[in-house]
């Protein structure tokens, strides 16, 4: 397992891809697993309208759909196990990293931590896009592309299908 968290932590920090990760469905179980406690927890300390029930099943819907269409339409349907691991598992490990500083900040953050927490968010398009970028064998700019696009697919069903978050 630590070294899973290793592994997730350099590609988080852009020196590993998701190549790198060990192959395998047990893997895959492992970081959805661990996204999906991560975002539960997170879900849970906050005071929304939406349905963190139907977040969570659009939260992993969307990237196991993605990633499946993704890389049949560009002939790599191997890479399928790992690049969800990546994506799972740097996204349990950013959303862990910011949750203290989602409850430190409140309803009024500070300018840091608020500084943070936007370094973090888009650090994580950077993450998304490296990950894509090595699983789809395309420039960083268009898999920066995809991965905006993604984020807000995911967003726009999260609030049409859960309520706003």
Do not use: K
Not at 21 to 35: D, H, K, M
Not at 65 to 87: F, G, K, N, V
């Amino acid at each position: 397992m630590l070294n899973l968290l290793t592994r997730l932590g350099a590609i988080v920090m852009l020196r590993l891809g998701p190549q790198d990760l060990p192959a395998g469905r047990a893997t895959l179980l492992i970081c959805i697993a661990l996204y999906v406690m991560v975002t539960a927890l997170s879900l849970g300390l906050r005071e929304t309208d939406s349905n963190p029930v139907l977040v969570l099943l659009v939260a992993v819907a969307v990237p196991l759909i993605a990633a499946r269409l993704l890389l049949a339409w560009r002939r790599r349907p191997t890479r399928y196990e790992q690049t969800l691991s990546a994506l799972f598992g740097t996204s349990a490990l950013l959303s862990a990293i910011t949750m203290p500083l989602s409850q430190a900040a409140g309803t009024e953050p500070s300018v840091p931590v608020a500084l943070a927490l936007l370094l973090i968010f888009f650090w994580s398009f950077a993450v998304d896009a490296h990950i894509w970028r090595h699983a789809l064998d395309i420039v960083f700019s268009s898999a920066l592309a995809l991965t905006v696009i993604l984020f807000a697919l995911s967003l726009f069903l999260i609030n049409t299908l859960a309520g706003p978050l």
